[in-house]
């Protein structure tokens, strides 16, 4: 009971409850049956959606991302998921700020991204006006935590993307703490809205 109000607790905190259905992320599942393309922002609506989805369709080993980023507390707990089910992850085009976050909990069995793709990432915000605050800070350090990652790696988030928490490229910072990322020439999924 105590985890679950502090997991929620974490999610508002970060802006889970911040955007509307109708900015919710596309959930596709490819045709080989084991991809999933997640395509868009994610929102507090998306975390029970990929918990949904990922159950009725078992088997599911492989997610792609094209995310511009959204809800830090969605992020945070499809991470999880990912995580704790040895889930690969790669990035199609882009996948930026909490996005980024997700993909890395692929880290356990599989970090890709496609050749040219842009993963960029900044300090997680407390609210969807771009407030950082210590809470927001040790969240994502938490999390980080939780995914196997170096928690120094906030660190080096911080120090790339203070003090105007501009975006920054997240693969310089990911290679310095020798995390491995293949790289492929062309990643082959496609999203459509259903």
């Known amino acids: 009971m105590h985890r679950g109000l502090v997991r929620l607790g974490i999610a508002a905190l970060l802006g889970a409850a911040s955007m509307a259905d109708a900015n919710a992320a596309f959930f596709n599942i490819l045709p080989d049956g084991r991809t999933l393309h997640i395509v868009g922002s994610l929102t507090n609506y998306d975390a029970p959606v990929f918990g949904d989805l990922v159950q009725r369709h078992g088997g599911i080993d492989h997610i792609v991302f094209t995310s511009d980023g959204g809800s830090m507390g969605a992020a945070m707990a499809i991470g999880r998921y990912i ?31 496609e050749e040219g793709a842009l993963v960029g990432i900044h300090v997680p915000f407390a609210d969807t006006e771009s407030n950082v605050t210590f809470e927001s800070v040790a969240a994502g350090a938490w999390y ?39 790289v492929s020439p062309k990643i082959v999924a496609t999203a459509t809205a259903k």
């Open 83 to 113: 995580y704790d089910h040895n889930i690969t992850t790669s990035v199609q085009g882009y996948c930026l700020s909490a996005c980024a976050f997700t993909w890395l909990a692929g880290r356990k069995t599989g970090l890709s991204i």
């Open 144 to 182: 980080l935590g939780l995914i196997g990652a170096p928690q120094v790696l906030m660190v080096d988030i911080m120090n790339a993307s203070l003090p105007s928490n501009g975006m920054t490229d997240f693969l310089p910072l990911l290679a310095k703490e020798k995390i491995d990322i293949t």
